[in-house]
């Protein structure tokens, strides 16, 4: 009973640190990369505006929708991400098409959870097992201060 008792309380301890370990990659695989769009919904975005980037120190993202500035608030749980709070510029599109495209965007951000999965240095937001949104990483530019 007491190796039973012993055992199971490695496994537990196991798991939680696998949790742990899991949010950690998830944080540092997403921070310290612009995320530019190439496909939504299916639909390849050719050369597209749309990207974002992620704050793990302040749980926020922030981006442009193609024709505005976007921000918001985000939650790491495991693989899941939850985006909430999402606001925008409120600036016209120059065309409708890319009007369109923001505004499916900006919903799919809005209240939403995903699972997360990389895969070199695209990023997939997958919904019931298929990607919703699926974006490549970049290196962002180091700040010179003079």
Not at 9 to 17: F, G, M, R, S
Not at 54 to 76: I, R, W
Request: proline share 1%; aromatic share 8%.
């Amino acid at each position: 009973m007491v190796r039973l008792t012993a055992m199971l309380l490695v496994l537990l301890a196991n798991t939680c640190n696998q949790q742990k370990v899991a949010k950690q990659q998830a944080i540092n695989s997403i921070q310290d990369k612009r995320w530019s769009l190439v496909n939504m919904n299916g639909t390849v975005q050719e050369k597209s505006p749309i990207w974002l980037e992620f704050d793990s120190a302040t749980h926020h993202f922030s981006g442009n929708g193609g024709c505005n500035k976007v921000a918001g608030e985000y939650q790491l749980d495991g693989n899941e991400i939850t985006f909430g709070k999402v606001i925008s510029t409120r600036m016209a599109c120059v065309d409708a098409q890319a009007n369109e495209r923001e505004s499916a965007f900006l919903r799919m951000l809005s209240d939403r959870t995903y699972t997360m999965k990389f895969e070199e240095r695209q990023l997939q937001f997958r919904d019931s097992g298929r990607i919703a949104m699926l974006f490549d990483g970049y290196k962002k530019a180091a700040v010179i201060k003079e």
